[in-house]
């Protein structure tokens, strides 16, 4: 029940397409759910997030769809660079715990 | 906004030889503690989590210990590292649901 499920596990785009990671979770107590992005041999940083009271927020080429009643939530990358090539993980939080994805290696191509 | 200092930034080790690692938190107080590992390719493992000063909670039996002798530091530490423990080290903190992760230290035990 505490897990997040991530997919892909890895995607290839275009430069300037639409990239498109999906994560799914089980427990209903998680209550605020970020999307990181992590350059190797960097740690995680923060890229955005949203709060189960939202349908949809978007920011910049980065937007998160959260489907409350499926219990998923999607990020969209459009006009996808290759400077976002990079490692994408999904989390909920609840109470102190985060859970994370187990992330998806986005490579897009020039 | 909150700053994570990690070091050492990368450490090369022998099996059973002790380890310590340190992470500082600037720019917030009272923050929630995390250490989490991540190995080669793979997603974030939580370690441990501190929500106060000597106050731990251990995720994974392991052969590692954590302790937070200060509000803004946490240390990792071990008496006798294990091939096994060898991996990436990410210290985070959050406030408000926010996880943010320090620079990582990457540990490699031969």
């Known amino acids: 029940q505490q897990q997040v499920k991530q997919s892909p596990q890895s995607l290839i785009v275009q430069k300037g397409g639409i990239s498109i990671i999906n994560c799914a979770y089980e427990?209903?107590?998680?209550?605020?759910f970020p999307w990181y992005q992590q350059f190797p041999g960097k740690g995680p940083a923060l890229l955005i997030a949203?709060?189960?009271?939202?349908s949809e927020k978007k920011e910049g080429r980065f937007t998160i769809s959260f489907n409350k009643s499926a219990k998923q939530f999607s990020l969209h990358i459009m006009d996808s660079q290759p400077g976002d090539s990079a490692t994408y993980f999904c989390?909920?939080?609840?109470?102190?715990?985060?859970?994370f994805g187990a992330g998806t290696r986005l490579f897009v191509k020039a | 906004s909150q700053t994570i200092h990690q070091w050492p930034a990368t450490l090369v080790q022998p099996v059973g030889s002790p380890l310590s690692l340190e992470c500082t938190v600037e720019?917030?107080?009272?923050?929630?503690l995390y250490w989490y590992r991540q190995a080669a390719g793979r997603g974030l493992q939580l370690l441990f989590y501190s929500v106060g000063i000597g106050q731990i909670s251990s995720e994974v039996p392991q052969n590692l210990s954590a302790s937070r002798p200060q509000d803004r530091q946490f240390i990792l530490s071990s008496k006798k590292l294990l091939l096994s423990d060898s991996g990436f080290y990410l210290c985070?903190?959050?406030?408000?649901?926010?996880?943010?992760f320090g620079p990582g230290t990457r540990l490699t035990v031969l």
């Open positions: 949203i709060r189960p009271d939202v």
């Open positions: 985070a903190c959050s406030t408000l649901g926010e996880q943010f």
């Open positions: 989390a909920a939080t609840g109470g102190f715990k985060t859970i």
């Open positions: 427990n209903t107590a998680f209550d605020y």
């Open positions: 720019g917030t107080s009272n923050p929630n």
